[in-house]
């Protein structure tokens, strides 16, 4: 959601910023801004409604020299898209402050401040902040003081960079409940909400945790705990390519992204597979003595991750015999929850900083739960820290909104997670080797279904004046027909829904006629000749068939004379979820093409949703 950077250096540092939030921009964003301590220790500051472009232009005539300075994108909370809403804000041209997050007590403060004769000039909860600071730092007369009695006083989740025209080569930070890194440079030291913002400074990372504040200097960093004791955070080296947030020849990051799905598998699948099993241990070392004391599990994710989820509950339930249980990490974490006898808690999550799914983990942690199993694409991030056993996805840097790779990499770990309960169950496993042969050629089988692209391109110009559309599938493909409905609707604005394909008589086929198209996915397994059914009574109706299938033979009737139909590779059963899915993300990305919408930053959509 909303972005970070800040920098204390040895040289004129506003173009890094403004490189740094450019980084930023695809968790979404509305509006722009930067503030920078001059030569005269005098605070200078620039903010727009809109893109960092925008932000750039004006830089080019309203000057900002300085070696100490933080920066911002916002994605409204309190307070419309607006300049005098957006980030940093100041107080007494004194002290400049940015912050993700959301502080909710903000009113009573801000009531209390009005009272105390300050005058507030945006909407945001994010003003009381700066303004606590000035009025501490006003009894106190020292930085750190005035912001660690500021943060005292809030309630609610926040990272916040904080400078003074007092101190004009330091920066403090603080994190509580939203992502901070520390950027180590050689002189020159960073802060930022995502590592990625500073790639091409530096590969040496502090992450905070919780509590946490940092006093940055040019040439050194401190970090205090919640009880100012000064502590030690490791340094980690990101070896990220700068290539890797580039779009290369691609129009659009998510286009990129969905090409990168055959080796975003292959690297999530290296080193992970024997000769015919899972490896031990890949989900850490106390991973298989916890599996075998596992009686239900507990799958806990948002958006596109629940889906994930829902498709390896299908997965452990049949080849395991595991009960599961998938649910909302928002509904999650505000109801009364009773844990199952010996359950493990598994959350998903792209970044690894989801603010519902990481609330539930840490609430999960405190119930009697057997173990907690992070999911996530981001080393380092919160919930690989919090869990007990961790799984890296691998599947590479993603910068558009919409999770494409992510979310086919999410499936192969629930695919290994699946296999590694399995083979401690059953000895002499034929279906483990089977799948093991299986997950090896997957890569390839991958890319035969990319050379579709044309094909669905044409597909996708039946769509551009539709206003709604309907996703059908059976067993482990209902949840992937939920994706697709769910990446058209964020990515092209049409209204789409998904519903397994038994229950259209039970309302969904109201909808149905000569306006509505359907997109079946019908793989050859065992509900075939049910889904074959479901689709007489869509076609009976007039509505217009888009298949995706591998029994071709079948819809060269006369009875599907008029359906549009892709021919699908054969794949294992198991594995059918993934293979499915890349179409429907082609579908979604050529329908938001040809529509003209805001393919890597969807409107009013954030890439890492860090508040509730």
Known sequence: MCGIVGAVANRPIAHLLIEGLKKLEYR???????????????????????????LENAMQSHAMPGHTGIAHTR?????????????????????????????ENHAALRDQLTQEGYNFHSETDTEVIVHLIHKHFLQDSDLITAVRKAIKELKGAYAIGVISKHYPNRLIAVRQGSPLVIGKGQGENFIASDPLALLSITQQFIYLEDDDLADVYLDSVKIY????????????????????????????????????????????????????????????PQAQAIFAKVEHVQFIACGTSYHAAMVGRYWLEALVGIPCSVEVASEFRYRRVAASKNSLFVALSQSGETADTLAALRLAKTMNYLSTLAICNVPGSSMTRE?????????????????????????????????????????????????????????????????????????????????????????????IALEGALKLKELSYIHAEAYPSGELKHGPLALVDSNMPVI????????????????????????????????????????????????????????????YTIPLQLLAYHVAVLKGTDVDQPRNLAKSVTVE
């Open 75 to 103: 994605w409204a909370t309190h307070g419309i898209p607006s300049e005098r809403n957006a980030h940093p804000f100041v107080s007494h041209d004194e002290f400049a402050l940015v912050h993700n997050g959301i502080i």
């Open 387 to 479: 869990s007990d056993l961790q799984f890296l996805t691998h599947a590479g840097v993603e910068i558009g909104v919409a999770s494409t790779k992510s979310f086919v990499t999410q499936l192969i770990a629930l695919v290994l997670l699946t296999m590694s309960f399995r083979q401690d169950r059953i000895k002499d496993d034929k279906l483990q080797a089977e799948l093991v042969e299986q997950l090896r050629h997957l890569p390839s089988l991958l890319r035969k279904v990319l050379h579709q692209d044309e094909v669905i391109a044409a597909w996708a110009k039946a769509f551009i004046h539709k206003e709604h559309a309907l996703f059908i599938g059976r067993g482990t493909l209902y949840p």
């Open 225 to 284: 705990n919640k009880n100012n004791e000064q502590i030690n955070r490791a340094q980690h080296s990101l070896n990220i390519s700068q290539d890797a947030v580039e779009r290369g020849e691609y129009r659009h990051f998510m286009k990129k992204e969905i090409m990168e799905q055959p080796e975003a598998v292959a690297s999530c699948l290296e080193g992970r597979l024997g000769l015919d099993h899972v490896m031990p241990a890949i989900f850490g």
């Open 520 to 579: 079946a996915t019908v793989p050859g397994d065992e509900l075939l000749e049910k889904t074959l059914s479901n689709l007489q009574e869509i076609r009976a109706r007039g509505g217009k068939l888009y298949v995706l299938t591998d029994q071709v033979h079948l819809f060269q009737q006369d009875a599907f004379a008029e359906a549009h139909i892709i021919a699908m590779p054969n794949s294992h059963t198991l594995l059918n979820p993934i293979v």
């Open 28 to 54: 979404g964003y509305d509006s722009a801004g930067v503030a920078v301590i001059n030569g005269d220790h005098q605070l200078n500051r620039l903010r727009v409604a809109g893109k960092v472009r925008e």
